[in-house]
């Protein structure tokens, strides 16, 4: 069973992790969410579930507007061949989330599995703040950068920050 977002706000308290949480209309895209840039302060972030040829399973997560090659990533992230998206029944099935709600919080749903391979983009954890749906796509939840690494080690998972995207590659991050 998928948690809620109160079962993650609790876990979030739990682990002394603060978050704040802003309640808008449902977006399912980045291109969707860009309005609520401007009223929510911090760094806008996209998430790809992606899975390799061994089946292997990778969340990556970089700013809203991060150039990534997908047919290259598979060298950085360490992947068996390159990669494409997981579906939507995959996704639920590890995550506990549907399309368009893909968050690094849906790690809480993966804490007995460690299916998924976690990483974050360096130019996106120079945000000091960043945000992201909390299991559902009609809010978002601000975290710090450091605290957005204690939570996913606290579901088990060990991320890894890497230059995924054009700009941290660029920027020698």
């Known amino acids: 069973m998928a948690a809620t977002r109160d079962e993650l706000m609790t876990?979030?308290?739990?682990?002394?992790?603060?978050v704040s949480t802003?309640?808008?209309?449902?977006?399912?895209?980045?291109?969707?969410?860009?309005?609520?840039?401007?009223?929510?302060?911090?760094?806008?972030?996209?998430n790809l579930f992606l899975k390799d040829k061994k089946g292997r399973l990778f969340l990556v997560v970089a700013l809203?507007?991060?150039?990534?090659?997908?047919?290259?990533?598979?060298?950085?992230?360490?992947?068996?061949?390159?990669?494409s998206f997981g579906n939507a029944d995959l996704l639920m099935?590890?995550?506990?989330?549907?399309?368009?709600?893909?968050?690094?919080?849906?790690?809480?749903?993966?804490?007995?599995?460690?299916?998924?391979?976690?990483?974050?983009?360096?130019?996106m954890m120079?945000?000091?703040?960043l945000n992201y749906h909390p299991l559902s796509n009609d809010a978002s939840t601000a975290i710090s950068n450091t605290d957005l690494l204690k939570f996913a080690r606290a579901c088990g998972h060990d991320p890894k920050v890497l230059a995924v995207s054009a700009q941290a590659q660029e920027a020698g991050l």
């Not at 120079?126 to 703040?129: C, D, G, P, S």
């Open 93 to 123: 099935e590890v995550l506990g989330v549907v399309p368009g709600s893909v968050t690094p919080f849906a790690l809480i749903n993966d804490r007995d599995a460690q299916r998924v391979s976690v990483v974050f983009d360096a130019a």
């Open 64 to 83: 809203h507007d991060a150039k990534i090659d997908l047919k290259q990533i598979h060298h950085l992230i360490g992947a068996q061949g390159r990669v």
């Open 11 to 18: 876990f979030l308290a739990g682990h002394d992790i603060e």
């Open 126 to 129: 120079q945000h000091e703040i």
């Open 22 to 46: 802003i309640d808008h209309r449902p977006v399912f895209t980045v291109a969707e969410s860009g309005e609520l840039h401007d009223q929510i302060p911090g760094g806008h972030t996209k």
